[in-house]
């Protein structure tokens, strides 16, 4: 039993658990389980199996920290090396070649014993990185049951309450979402989006939502993480026109005429494109449906009614819209849109990112600042420097033959 | 001289590099080795040259801030921030130690690198950061995740080594289970190599061809053909193994600096590994508020970092057995490098 709990509660087999659940969700994620599947009771079940493990791993490393920082291991191990230095300086000598090390001297039958040490902190580095462990996985979880996170689609100039959540469930959240304006950029030539931004009304208080910036509203985050195009006939396109010194803005709808001030002309916006283009033949054609080229086909009518010509008008490019004695300029679009918002309440999530932290600094004492330590017993008699490094089993621990190797070269042999 | 010849030449001087080493392997000469380091050197700083060009080419053609301008962005730049970071490594094994013998091989890496870009119809042009991704986090997640893959790249390169210098008896249990995990690893190689020509006769119009479709378009008389070749190969390799060796110990590389250096390129990689974890996981905050939402690419990374940490820990409890430490390196390798295959596939 025991030595099934030895087992059980090492770092391998720990890591081993996490490979195992890695490539469960990944078979999971292959026969295309939705992402309720991470919410369900065997899978948190194994999570809680986890936590129990890393929480005995953790336990552990203390116990062997503990003995490392406060013990004197290697006093008397097994030399793993010798070398012969003569002359009286040789004390000197093995001092200056472990000048970065903490020194502590004894001396005992005529042998001087030296205990050198550096980087004593790192030997909490792995308790460091399973306690970061645990504080994620426990945050994650507090996250889980005591927060809120969800998707929700929100059309142009309409409101939303209810939010999807993982397991597909739509919630009703004290508030509504209102989109008031959204508006997207694409470089020049691409599609890439340049940039986004989102005008929202939230119970009642204006906000903008845009790449990095969430609005932030009684606790819940919200962060746009997509955007659309949708068909509506109710469109409002937003038009400036007049002449050169007296320009106006009008709101244009289909089969409503606006009148081109200063002109006696009216305008009639007859179509819409999202994406207006050529083709190869250099005929007009709408290439997609996100906003990368909106365009607007305006007809100009006389004072009689009668139709003088039509023509698109390119947002991207004012002007299109220069008549020479009178401009109309298509500014902007409202109903055509729609953004997706991803909206999480997470009071724990703060913790767990300090729990990321925990992790990597754990791994940086573990691997970068190692706890260096190394015995030298140096007898005066015959000029033997002997040193003991960390061994198993007789062998060298990997990485500490260039501890070795670096002693001995500062040695000069 | 832009960014795009840079890295021509670049292309070019790591493609004769690897001839140089695999001279010097096949002959035993030092000097070849020596050269193909100077060589590699030049390739470096021709590449370094190339991203720096390419970073001033980004920052003023789509006036993003120096920080986010860093070209790791797109498929081509991702695969030749690999190479810079493989080559660096290959650089420093030569220069310091001088192991041609894994140099050879990790130069070989690097040159799959450079020419997989180009096969897989990797756009070369510049291409500016989606607006739903332009911070600093998803920078250093890019630059850490990838420096952390060719430490990895490399510290299998090491083990692979190491195994291949073990002069052992041919009839001996460890010769035919090194042959094996060799075959395998080789086996993987030719079905990249595949997936290169595949996607170059199709002239990088396909674009990646994740290797759980190629295998899918095998039909089960290729697929018995394929099982027998591999057979077939592992017993050449099981008999040829002192040949094998001989070639590797000729170029007298001591065993204990192989298994020393591929400890510790795997532990410099899982630091850098769990840095891109953590950016990733400040990034996926900013983006979309939460830090962890088991999606493909999250799943993949956690495994691969499972993967190496289950190594390190094997490598750090098993200090007698040094060789099983090494072929657990490579399998693990070998097992993130499929799931990473099969995800594709999947996305």
């Known amino acids: 039993m025991k030595k099934a709990l030895d087992v059980f509660l090492s770092p391998t087999a720990a890591f081993l658990f996490i490979a195992v659940i890695s490539v469960l969700a990944m078979c999971l994620s292959h026969l295309g389980a939705g992402s309720g599947v991470y919410s369900s009771w065997w899978f948190i079940l194994l999570l809680v199996l986890l936590w129990l493990q890393a929480a005995g791993v953790f336990a552990r490393s203390i116990l062997v920290a503990r003995s490392a920082y406060c013990g004197s291991a290697h006093a008397d191990a097994e030399p793993a090396g010798t070398v012969s230095l003569d002359g009286e300086d040789a004390m000197s000598l093995v001092r200056s070649a472990l000048g970065g090390y903490r020194i502590t001297e004894t001396e005992d039958n005529g042998q001087t014993y030296i205990r050198a040490e550096r980087f004593s902190f790192a030997v909490w580095g792995r308790s460091v990185f399973w306690l970061g462990i645990l504080v994620l996985m426990t945050s994650g979880f507090l996250g889980f049951i005591f927060g809120t996170y969800g998707r929700m689609a929100v059309n142009e100039s309409a409101a939303n309450s209810g939010l999807v959540t993982a397991n597909g469930r739509t919630v009703k959240l004290p508030f509504s979402i209102r989109l008031d304006n959204t508006d997207t950029k694409y470089y020049k030539d691409s599609y890439i989006l340049s940039s986004f931004r989102s005008d929202i009304s939230v119970g009642g208080d204006k906000a903008a939502v845009s790449a990095g910036s969430p609005a932030v509203y009684k606790g819940y985050g919200i962060y746009q993480t997509d955007r659309g195009f949708f068909a509506n006939p109710k469109v409002v396109f937003s038009i400036v026109t007049g002449i050169n010194s007296n320009l106006k803005k009008v709101d244009a709808v289909f089969g409503r005429r606006f009148v081109v001030p200063g002109t006696g002309l009216t305008g009639e916006i007859l179509d819409f494109a999202p994406s207006l283009g050529q083709d190869g033949s250099g005929r007009l054609v709408n290439y997609d449906t996100p906003m990368m080229n909106p365009a607007a086909l305006l007809a100009l009518y006389d004072p009689d009614g009668k139709m003088l010509g039509t023509k698109w008008l390119f947002m991207q490019y004012p002007e299109s819209g220069d008549f020479k004695a009178f401009k109309v300029v298509f500014a902007d679009v409202t109903g055509v849109q729609y953004a997706i918002f991803s909206i999480v309440k997470d009071p724990f999530r703060q913790i767990a990112l300090a729990g990321f932290v925990m992790v990597f600094i754990g791994c940086l004492l573990t691997f970068v600042f190692r706890h260096t330590r190394f015995c030298v017993r140096y007898n005066p008699t015959d000029g033997a420097v002997c040193y003991s490094v960390p061994t198993e089993g007789g062998n060298i621990k990997p990485g500490w033959e260039a501890v070795a190797a670096e002693f001995i070269k500062a040695l000069g042999r | ?347």
């Open chain 2, 1 to 347: 001289m832009n960014s795009s010849f840079l890295f021509g030449i670049t292309d070019l001087d790591y493609i004769l590099t690897f001839a140089v080493y695999l001279a010097c392997l096949i002959t035993g000469v030092r000097g070849l080795g020596r050269a193909a380091g100077w060589l590699g050197i030049f390739g470096l700083m021709a590449q370094t040259l190339a991203f720096i060009v390419r970073w001033m080419e980004i920052r003023t053609g789509y006036g993003q801030i120096i920080v986010l301008s860093f070209p790791v962005g797109s498929l081509y730049e991702s695969l030749m921030f690999f190479a810079l970071c493989t080559a660096a490594v290959c650089v420093y094994m030569e220069r310091r130690y001088g192991a041609y013998s894994a140099c050879a091989l990790l130069s070989a890496a690097v040159v799959a690198s450079v020419t997989f870009a180009d096969a897989a119809g990797a756009v070369r042009a510049i291409q500016p950061t989606p607006a739903d991704i332009q911070n600093i986090w998803t920078q250093l997640r890019a630059v850490f995740s990838l420096s952390s893959f060719a430490m990895f790249i490399s510290g299998g390169v090491f083990s692979l080594t190491f195994l291949l210098s073990n002069d052992v008896k041919r009839s001996g249990r460890y010769n035919f289970f090194r042959s094996f995990v060799f075959a395998v690893f080789a086996a993987c190689v030719a079905v990249l190599t595949v997936n290169f020509f595949y996607a170059m006769s199709h002239a990088g119009s396909l674009g990646y061809r994740p290797l759980m479709k190629i295998i899918s378009s095998f039909s089960g008389g290729g697929i018995a053909v394929s099982v027998i070749l591999f057979i077939v190969f592992w017993a050449v390799l099981w008999f040829a193994s002192a040949g094998v060796t001989k070639i590797f110990v000729r170029l007298g590389v001591e065993n204990s600096l192989m298994v020393t250096s591929s400890y510790g390129l795997f532990s410099i990689g899982f630091v850098l590994l769990t840095a891109g974890m953590v950016c990733g996981a400040f990034m996926s905050c900013s983006v979309s508020g939460r830090y962890w939402s088991w999606t493909p690419q999250e799943i993949w990374t956690l495994f691969a970092w499972s993967c190496f940490a289950l190594v390190l820990s094997l490598y750090r409890s098993s200090v007698n057995a040094p060789l099983r430490s090494a072929a657990f390196s490579l399998v693990s390798l070998l097992a993130a490098f499929v799931s990473y295959l099969l995800m594709s596939s999947v996305a």
